[in-house]
């Protein structure tokens, strides 16, 4: 059984067609990257895998479930693209990470709540600020408490929307370790990320969208050697790929 | 001291008392999350529709010949309160948090209509002024029994549902992606601020019924570390300020609902003005 199979997805924005003729299947143990310029519909991708926004027409499965109010979400983690992980309130690293421990039928985060919360934070190189408000730690730093908050769920699929984007070193280091030792226990990761930086080596598949389809799945593109450096964000998919429509104006639809 | 003792041996003070300690403890409660959604606003625009909803209770009242013909007034506002907490909801959720415009058409209509409808229910716009500035010097034993209720029941989902409530008003669209009901969640704290906003009312009236809410709530922001702890802190802070407002106007003639509110405010000034000399190093 796939973990995740996505059949000849189409997702409409507003007027705008997203995502055209989309197929993906990710078998467990996987970890795929999804790559793509901005506005070739990565995160409108994840988005629509984790039921997020609606669909115009294809499949979703997950597991073998069709996404839904049966889709079995208490497997799969979800870490958003966000800059913070604040609100309008302050609110503990623990006390965010306790949401992800809810889920349909699940109002309450059960008994040892704090306990799976802090060992959550404790694996992502944050157990020291487990009780610090969220609004006192560095943006990277209020990445990884996103990142506990999908991994407090122990899921079998994580999915995460540009977890490095404009992240400190310390943390980006720190959440590749992380996934690293993810990967190696056997859960399936699908991560978008603009470059694949210090998880290349951790990347065994990677899926590049263009212009709201698929242009490439298969091995990761190579870098160039001069592009690897720290700080660079473009996309190197095959030449294959890279003689269509280069410079084709990408419409910004994320946000 | 026999003046404390006097006071609290008054039934008509007993009574007004227990009503505005409960509303002070349960309106941080919803005020905390509303907050956190930056939505404070929210407690208002359902305090105007809940106006039209006084004056088509007092109407419909009129029509029926209920004695006294206010009866059906708190009634009405409930029934109005919610319905409208319920559309501004959609509202927000349709307009992606946006729809500015329509909860703004939302304040003026429910002003404008309560006003409109009072009229047609044969009264004038003083008898408004009750429900608008609060009434609690006239708190009856059924009103007491109301209230009770009211708050026994949103501080059962205010703080039973606290993880799931957090979870929404933190980040909707993770919670959306763990199966929670994020929409049912979504309309149960739009219900409970509409029956905060109708229970409220007789202690601060509606124009000053946000502020019990969220007040509250913004002096424990000035010093809490925690979401727990803020929600508690706005608690007290709620249940002090409408319990020592009220005791005041017992003694100097004052407007007990305008009490209330510049005491909480002034506590927020002088919480703001110390909180250097505490200050974390």
């Known amino acids: 059984m796939n973990v995740l199979e996505v059949r000849d997805l189409r997702v409409d924005l507003g007027a705008h067609t997203v995502l055209h003729d989309v197929d993906l299947t990710v078998r467990a143990g996987e970890a795929v990257a999804v790559l793509g310029a901005n506005g070739s519909g990565k995160s409108t991708l994840v988005r629509a895998v984790t039921g997020l926004i609606p669909v115009h027409s294809g499949t979703i499965e997950l597991f073998g479930t069709p996404l839904g109010p049966n889709a079995p979400m208490h497997r799969v983690g979800y870490v958003p693209q966000r800059v913070s992980a604040t609100s309008g309130v302050v609110a503990t690293a623990v006390e965010v990470v306790q949401s992800g421990l809810l889920g349909k039928g699940r109002l309450r985060p059960g008994r040892d709540a704090t306990r799976k919360a802090v060992e959550a934070l404790e694996s992502v190189g944050l157990g020291a600020a487990a009780h610090r408000p969220v609004t006192e ?38 959440f590749a370790r992380t996934l690293t030792r993810l990967v190696r226990a056997g859960t399936t990761v699908v ?65 | 001291m026999t003046g404390i003792t006097q006071m609290l041996t008054d039934p008509l003070m007993q009574r007004a008392l227990l009503v505005a300690l409960l509303v002070g403890l349960a309106a941080p409660v919803i005020g905390t999350y509303l907050v ?45 309160a919610v319905a409208g907490a319920v559309v501004i909801e959609v509202v927000r959720e349709r307009t992606r948090g946006g729809g500015d415009v329509a909860l703004a058409l939302l304040f003026y209509g429910g002003i404008a209509g309560g006003v409109l409808l009072i009229g047609i229910a044969g009264g004038t716009s003083a008898n408004l002024v009750g429900y608008l500035f609060g009434s609690i010097s006239t708190v009856s034993t059924s009103d007491v029994v109301l209230t009770v209720a009211l708050c026994a029941l949103l501080l059962g989902v205010g703080l039973g549902l606290r993880p799931a409530l957090f979870a929404v008003s933190h980040d909707a669209e993770f919670a959306r992606s763990t199966g929670l009901p994020v929409r049912a969640l979504n309309v149960a704290i739009a219900v409970v601020a509409a029956l905060t906003v109708t229970v409220a009312m007789r202690v601060v009236g509606l124009l000053l019924v946000s502020a019990l809410m969220i007040v509250p709530v913004a002096v424990a922001q000035l010093v809490s570390r925690s979401f727990a702890s803020t929600m508690h802190l706005a608690m007290g802070l709620g249940t002090a300020v409408c319990v020592v407002g009220l005791a005041v106007t017992y003694w100097v003639p004052l407007a007990p609902g305008a009490t209330i509110v510049v005491l909480a405010i002034v506590v927020y000034l002088v919480v703001l003005a110390a909180r250097p000399l505490f200050a974390r190093r």
């Not at chain 2, 930056?38 to 004056?55: E, P, Y």
């Not at chain 2, 007092?58 to 010949?65: E, K, N, P, Q």
Request: proline share 8%.
């Open chain 1, 137 to 174: 730690l560095s943006g990277g730093q209020q990445q990884r408490v996103l990142i506990a908050r999908a991994l407090v769920r122990e899921p079998e699929l994580l999915v995460l929307d540009e977890p490095v984007a404009g992240v400190d070193l310390p943390s980006q280091e720190a």
């Open chain 1, 191 to 255: 991560v978008v990320l603009h470059e694949l930086g210090d998880l290349a080596a951790l990347v065994q598949r990677a899926v590049v969208l263009r212009g709201g389809h698929v242009a490439h799945d298969g091995a990761p593109p190579p870098a160039h050697r001069h592009h690897a450096a720290p700080g660079h964000v473009h996309v190197h998919p095959h030449d294959d790929v890279t003689a269509q429509d280069v410079g084709a104006p990408a419409l910004e639809l994320e946000p």
């Open chain 2, 36 to 80: 956190q959604r930056k939505l404070s606003l929210l407690g208002d625009g359902i305090g105007h529709v809940a106006l039209t909803g006084v004056a088509l209770g007092w109407l419909v009242g009129a029509a029926l010949d209920v004695v006294p013909n206010d009866a059906l007034a708190v009634p009405g506002a409930v029934v109005a």
